[in-house]
């Protein structure tokens, strides 16, 4: 089985066979010395230091899908609001270091907030100035022109005409996704890696997204039109109610990295569950949540718990996987 396709070769299965295609199949290894090549691997750092924590599970992975490549980082800036609301700035930049150490070409940090204005989002957050220090490139998607979009209309989606994504996100060679750990009060639940790519729509279908009953499976749809070579999620403080620009905080002190958006936020809602959270998320078994449901449908990742490999090193974060495995065995 091949892991890692290229964009254009994920594009293509997405868009125009992924409805027939067959869910990607993982088996459980943690713990245990069954064959690891074939699972859905999720690396857990326990840290309340965000330049380790990006460094160390970025680390632990043992991948390289970077060098020589022109990446798009799309991180969570819905606002500007401090982390868990939107990505802290010592995780980007950390990132950004990683990615240039593991041979990155060229380095866009892409995205679009919402409801406030995208340009004055990123002005309040210094990302200007830290494009400058770090030298990075930034694209506002809410500046770009028409056609600068592309069209995305995949059979059986909820979406009234389907929807759009930026056209950059298909010229760059890969996508990095860095998300937050949080639930979500207006319809999403949580937003994780698969809610991530709201951000890479248009502000124009927000009203469509935020009033269709489908909300969560929309959700879910957007990402059939990209696949992310490398997610890494900052759980040192996460949103356990409200959310997404503010709720009731906790400390989880986690970091989490990986390739597979359903096994990321499976283990995040593990990690919601595990430190108590609202109705919503502890009344639900973390695969029946309409978000991974739906992404399972589509062949977008693992399709049970017991198809994810937790990759820890110290005894802490080993331990600490120990509990988040058997919260997600009993879902």
């Not at 799309?74 to 995780?91: E, L, Q, R």
């Not at 990615?99 to 200007?128: Q, W, Y």
């Not at 499976?217 to 990402?223: T, V």
Request: aromatic share 8%; hydrophobic share 40%.
């Amino acid at each position: 089985m091949v892991l890692f396709q290229t964009r254009r070769e994920f594009l293509k299965t997405s868009i125009f066979g992924l409805l027939s295609f067959p869910a990607l199949s993982f088996s459980w290894n943690y713990g245990t010395k069954k064959n690891t090549s074939s699972l859905a691997k999720v690396a857990l750092v326990c840290t309340n230091d965000r330049k380790f924590g990006v460094k160390k599970s970025i680390s632990l992975l043992g991948i390289n899908p970077i060098k020589g490549k022109r990446i798009m980082i799309k991180p969570n800036f819905n606002t500007a609001d401090p982390t868990p609301a939107s990505t802290h700035n010592d995780t980007l930049s950390q990132l950004v270091i990683e990615l240039k150490r593991m041979g990155a070409k060229e380095i866009i940090v892409g995205e679009r907030s919402g409801p406030p204005d995208t340009k004055k989002v990123m002005e309040k957050k210094g990302i200007f100035d830290l494009a400058k220090d770090l030298k990075f490139k930034v694209i506002n998607f809410e500046e770009l022109e028409e056609n600068e979009w592309i069209h995305f209309n995949p059979p059986g989606n909820h979406w009234e005409n389907g929807f759009y994504i930026p056209k950059i996100a298909m010229q760059v060679d890969e996508i990095v996704s860095t998300c937050c750990l949080k639930t979500h009060q207006y319809g999403g639940v949580f937003t994780m890696s698969l809610k991530l790519s709201v951000g890479m729509t248009p502000k124009k279908l927000m009203r469509e997204l935020h009033t269709s009953p489908h909300m969560r499976k929309m959700i879910a749809e957007i990402n059939l039109a990209y696949k992310p070579c490398l997610i890494v999620l900052d759980g040192i403080e996460a949103f356990v109610d409200g959310g997404p620009s503010f709720g009731k905080k906790e400390q989880t002190n986690v970091f989490l990295a990986g390739i597979d958006r359903v096994a990321i936020d499976a283990v995040g809602l593990a990690v919601l569950k595990e430190v108590g959270s609202n109705e919503d998320i502890m009344g639900k078994k973390i695969f029946e949540q309409e978000q991974i449901a739906r992404a399972v449908e589509l062949g977008l990742g693992i399709n049970s718990p017991d198809k994810i490999e937790i990759i820890a090193e110290d005894e802490e974060s080993r331990n600490y996987a120990k509990k988040l495995y058997k919260i997600l065995k009993e879902g």
